[in-house]
T-cell receptor
Framework: DTGVSQNPRHKITKRGQNVTFRCDPI?????LYWYRQTLGQGPEFLTY????????KSRLLSDRFSAERPKGSFSTLEIQRTEQGDSAMYLC???????????FGPGTRLTVL | SQQGEEDPQALSIQEGENATMNCSYK?????LQWYRQNSGRGLVHLILIRSNEREKHSGRLRVTLDTSKKSSSLLITASRAADTASYFCAWPPEGGGSNYKLTFGKGTLLTVNP
């Protein structure tokens, strides 16, 4: 499968714990995006990488959130001291620099108890 | 919120009927895209229409764009049960340039009954 993959698919954690999600983009894509989607809403942009550089972060990305993309390949999104409001689907997408089309992974559904 | 509006929020039709979904956005855009999301899954890109285009077709999909009204519509003809999904419109930041992030509408949940 050469699409975008995300792991884990589901994560249940207790409030206050840290969680980390991983995204593997399509190999030749140099752009990588993270979005968050809550029930009944469209995805909301969190952050974006071009190669290994994080070029923009949304105001939604509080200081408890950190994202990395070492070597411009896979990316991780870490949430520290999780809160119940962090419960959502976290979507990763990738694209070529020259393309408008983004390819989405299946998402990681986070539930904070 | 930067999200636009989509209507209807939910639409239920019979197989074979046409489905029309509308999207309104708030900024100036150079393109607008439509995505489909099956229940609990990631999004799939359906079609992109540029700001200088008024209508575009792809298979059973027809998209229109009215930049003066800041609105777009997606028509699915001869619907199938497999078309059951949520449909989202999305657009890049105002000012054009590289399309490095998207703002999504709230989506329309389409149910096609066999």
């Amino acid at each position: 499968d050469t699409g975008v993959s995300q792991n884990p698919r589901h994560k249940i954690t207790k409030r206050g714990q840290n969680v980390t999600f991983r995204c593997d983009p399509i190999s030749e894509h140099n752009r990588l995006y993270w979005y968050r989607q809550t029930l009944g809403q469209g995805p909301e942009f969190l952050t974006y990488f071009q190669n290994e550089a994080q070029l923009e972060k949304s105001r939604l990305l509080s200081d408890r959130f950190s994202a990395e993309r070492p070597k411009g390949s896979f990316s991780t999104l870490e949430i520290q001291r999780t809160e119940q409001g962090d419960s959502a689907m976290y979507l990763c997408a990738s694209s070529l620099r020259t393309s408008n089309e983004q390819f989405f992974g299946p998402g990681t559904r986070l539930t904070v108890l | 919120s930067q999200q636009g509006e989509e209507d209807p929020q939910a639409l239920s039709i019979q197989e074979g009927e046409n489905a029309t979904m509308n999207c309104s956005y708030k900024t100036s855009i150079n393109n607008l895209q439509w995505y489909r999301q099956n229940s609990g899954r990631g999004l799939v890109h359906l079609i992109l229409i540029r700001s200088n285009e008024r209508e575009k077709h792809s298979g059973r999909l027809r998209v229109t764009l009215d930049t003066s009204k800041k609105s777009s519509s997606l028509l699915i003809t001869a619907s199938r049960a497999a078309d059951t999904a949520s449909y989202f419109c999305a657009w890049p930041p105002e000012g054009g340039g590289s399309n490095y992030k998207l703002t999504f509408g709230k989506g329309t949940l389409l149910t096609v009954n066999p």
